[in-house]
């Protein structure tokens, strides 16, 4: 694993998937045993962090890590789905992580996506703040430069809220639905704010769908209205991406 130099924000070349899976895991093992196993987690879904799951799976099951006095949150869920849906955040998380260690359900939290509104959004932030805010962020990045489920234009000082999907998430999450008609067309995502709050950023961002993002955000201007650029004013985030993300930036 190598800094690539000057980019925006701290950003790591490994050389295979698996060396930035170990890394992150690592580094949640650690927190968690320095806090007494009662480290708060944000979590991520999609393709990017099913490895450092299993990763983490491993630990659980090898004896070196375990989950039960952790906190998590997740970064966002799509309305309309319900939680038994085998394509909601929750069934995610349940089949990759939670019910593979012995992470209380409890004590796992997703923004809530049923109808009730803005006002269960500011309750749910109540509760990361209640947890004593989230020591550990993992994020995946959008090809578009989402981060949660903040699209393109959201606000630097968002808060939790209820987005429409932009078209090219619909199209790039259609893998996990029988047809794109199936994707809901609306989410609740953790604002940028929210997760700015967060002490620590790990981005995972591996293959050639994220090369033009990311060299555009670590090479390029500050455009805000890309959400990933929010991450410069965080001091400690750091990008993991292997060598087809960061093909144009060596
Ligand atoms: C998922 C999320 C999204 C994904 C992003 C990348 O909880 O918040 O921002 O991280 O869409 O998805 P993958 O990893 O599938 O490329």
Redesign the pocket.
Known sequence: MKLIPETTIPTYLVETQAEANEVLALEIERLVKSQDGSATLGL?????PIGLYSELVRLYEAGELSLKEVTSFN??EYMGLGPDHPAS?RSFMSEHLFAETDIRLTETHFPPSDESGLGACAKWEDTIRAAGGIDWQL????RNG????NEPGSPFDSRTRRIELAQS?RE?NARFFKSIDEVPRYAVTMGVGTILEAQRLRVLAFGDTKTDILARVLRGDNDESIPLNALRLHSDAALYIDAAAASKLL
Do not use: M, N, R
């Open positions: 991520a879904t999609g393709s990017s970064l966002d955040y994020l995946g990045v959008g989402h981060i949660g489920f998430t790039a």
